[in-house]
């Protein structure tokens, strides 16, 4: 079964400053895709960046970026340029082919001013 | 629709009573998830739906949790005999799983308290 493991609980990141959020998974599929959400307080899930396994780059979404070590199993997603409005709960997930999708325990950011 | 809708938004049932959630899922879309979020946890899978194919139902906590998806589209989650440890947000997603680079599409929850 997938495992998706983000062991940080909570961070803290001052406004403007970058932020590394963790997470490894474990499979053995050679095919899959990582993804990253975003839950702020109200509640709704917003997808932030999607990295397949057969990628050779790491991906970029504006101030996202996504560290993907194959080799080492983790996706770490990178928030440049914090902002109050990035305090939420972010959630990694992996989906593998034709399966179900899931999720991390989740990390909660506190951005302070 | 223009996204994944579930309704009730809200629901306060009684220990004991069934209920059933329902997700629209956004038109096209094959797959459908379950989740269940506790109050500051992550989310818990409950089942999948992908097509025609039998449902992934690994998640399910108990034999009080089913679900059904019927013609392809809409879906219900009925839990019977509702106990407090119920209590939590269930979410519903939709994919069109063209590949592996599609995302989930979540509807904003149901938020069930057992009371």
């Known amino acids: 079964a997938q495992k998706i493991t983000q062991t940080q609980p909570g961070m803290f990141v001052q406004e403007k400053e970058a932020v590394t959020l963790d997470c490894t998974y474990d499979?053995?599929?050679?095919?899959?895709?990582l993804f990253w959400y975003k839950q702020p307080s109200s509640g709704e899930m917003i997808f932030l960046i999607y990295q397949g396994s057969y990628d050779e780059q790491n991906a970029t979404e504006g101030r996202y970026s996504l560290n993907f070590q194959k080799a080492r199993k983790s996706a770490n997603l990178v928030i440049s340029a914090s902002q109050l409005g990035d305090s939420a709960m972010y959630f990694c997930a992996m989906r593998e082919y034709d399966n179900d999708m899931r999720f991390g325990a989740g990390t909660r950011l506190t951005v302070k001013p | 629709g223009a996204g994944v809708s579930q309704s009730p938004s809200n629901k306060v049932t009684e220990k004991g009573k069934d209920v059933e959630l329902r997700c629209d899922p956004i038109?096209?879309?094959?797959?459908l998830y379950w989740y269940r979020q506790s109050l500051g946890q992550g989310l818990e899978f409950l089942i999948y739906?992908?097509?025609?194919?039998?449902?992934?139902k690994s998640g399910l906590p108990s034999d009080r949790f089913s679900a059904e998806r019927t013609g392809g589209s809409v879906s219900t989650l009925t839990i019977q005999r509702t106990q407090q440890e119920d209590s939590a947000v269930y979410l519903c997603?939709?994919?069109?799983?063209?590949?592996?680079?599609?995302?989930?599409?979540f509807g904003q929850g149901t938020r069930l308290t057992v009371v």
């Open positions: 997603a939709s994919i069109l799983p063209r590949g592996l680079n599609t995302e989930a599409f």
């Open positions: 038109s096209g879309h094959t797959a």
């Open positions: 739906f992908q097509g025609n194919s039998a449902p992934d």
């Open positions: 499979t053995s599929d050679q095919s899959y895709g």
